[in-house]
């Protein structure tokens, strides 16, 4: 499920993922072609997490990294190269 949401002051493509790893395998193209329309970064919802809430992993263009980076946790994968996933830093 992706849709488009204001979360603390900013807006993000948010992705919960309604079957395990969906955002990298069904739902993959769906989400980089979301991503290069709207210029936003994403924050999945895993799998085990629902009810989510907090994310646990975001997708950020290169382009976009930058903006992201209080939120910006370990590299995880890479879905293109212009397109990496990132652990989600949860404020503690």
């Not at 849709?3 to 079957?19: K, N, Q, V």
């Not at 950020?60 to 939120?71: A, D, F, M, P």
Request: aromatic share 6%; net charge neutral; charged share 25%.
């Amino acid at each position: 499920m992706v849709s488009i949401d204001r979360l603390e002051g900013f807006d993000w493509i948010t992705i919960i993922e309604l079957s395990q790893n969906a955002a990298l395998t069904s739902g993959k193209n769906i989400i980089l072609d979301i991503i290069s329309k709207v210029n936003l970064p994403a924050i999945i919802f895993d799998y085990e997490t629902i009810p989510p809430k907090t994310g646990d992993r975001i997708i950020i263009s290169k382009k976009l990294e930058h903006r992201c980076n209080s939120v910006k946790g370990k590299f995880l994968t890479s879905l293109t190269e212009d397109v990496n996933i990132f652990e989600l830093l949860k404020n503690k």
